[in-house]
């Protein structure tokens, strides 16, 4: 059986691991010194998700870490994306009633509602499409933020209609790291300038749940959403990029 606790160990100082089993391990490269172990390990993960029949591992990356790259791709790994990431300190969100109503699915929300207006918030995106299906999407929410997820799903109501959602989170082994799990508009209520607006009320909700500073990523195509981050006070933290091995 796979052994999460193990994998935590042997990436431990230089990879985040994000535990998204029985379906994928996620590995994202931290700011420290590059390991030199780093070949013998990939390729024992690699061994280790074949023998217990994941669907894929994928290893985010320093945009400037080329003897990374040459390993992913020596052990059957392809590029995905460029990503960008920003982060903010938290502590400078303003303190302002919130523009818009939301309900989660500790609430009133049924998981199959939420997952219609998810899915219709991933239409058109200017990120590359996912290639998972939307009980895959929700299972890997369940799995990454552990007991309270359904307080995480959260659609942004206007007038009784649902305009987007959010995912806010403190990132798993650590205490104080804002992140978005997800944030998106449905495609009719895109061009009204409400992306910015919701933006920072997710960064609100970040902070109210005792998230000191916000981590954020989007492709590196997605204009609209690095204008977003720029509008709301983030700065660009480093350029990162995804490789999928898929078994």
Same mark, same amino acid.
């Given at each position: 059986?796979?052994? +999460?606790?193990? +994998? ?6 230089? @990879? ?25 390990? !990939?390729? $024992? ?15 985010? !990356? ?20 460029? !990503? ?16 818009f109503?939301?309900? &989660? ?8 509602? @939420? ?5 219709? *918030?991933?239409? @058109? ?14 299972? &890997? ?11 995480? *799903? ?14 806010? $989170? ?12 997800y ?13 910015? +607006? ?10 109210e !749940? ?8 989007? $492709? ?7 204008? +977003?981050?720029?509008?709301?006070? *983030? ?6 990029? &995804? ?5």
């Amino acid at each position: 059986m796979f052994d +999460i606790s193990n +994998i935590e160990k042997f990436f431990q100082g230089t @990879f985040k691991v994000l535990n998204g089993l029985p379906r994928y391990v996620a590995l994202e490269e931290n700011e420290a010194q590059p390991d030199p172990d780093f070949k013998e390990k !990939i390729s $024992h993960l690699v061994e280790a998700g074949e023998v217990n029949k994941l669907h894929y591992i994928s290893v985010l !990356i320093q945009k400037s870490n080329h003897d990374y790259m040459s390993i992913l791709v020596n052990n059957g790994f392809q590029y995905r994306s460029s !990503i960008l990431e920003y982060t903010k300190e938290l502590g400078s969100v303003d303190e302002y009633p919130p523009p818009f109503q939301w309900k &989660s699915l500790k609430d009133v929300l049924s998981e199959e509602e @939420f997952k219609n207006i998810w899915e219709r *918030c991933m239409l @058109f995106s200017d990120n590359k499409p996912s290639t998972l299906s939307m009980n895959q999407h929700l299972d &890997s929410v369940k799995t990454e933020l552990g007991d309270n997820w359904r307080n995480s *799903c959260r659609v942004f109501i206007n007038e009784e209609n649902p305009i987007a959602v959010v995912i806010p $989170h403190i990132e798993p082994g650590t205490t104080d790291e804002g992140r978005l799990f997800y944030f998106g508009i449905i495609p009719e209520e895109r061009g009204k300038g409400l992306g910015s +607006i919701l933006h920072k009320q997710s960064l609100r909700f970040l902070k109210e !749940i005792g998230a000191t500073y916000y981590v954020g990523g989007t $492709h590196s195509t997605n204009i609209k959403m690095q204008h +977003i981050f720029k509008s709301n006070g *983030c700065r660009l933290k480093s350029e990162m990029e &995804s490789y999928y091995k898929y078994f």
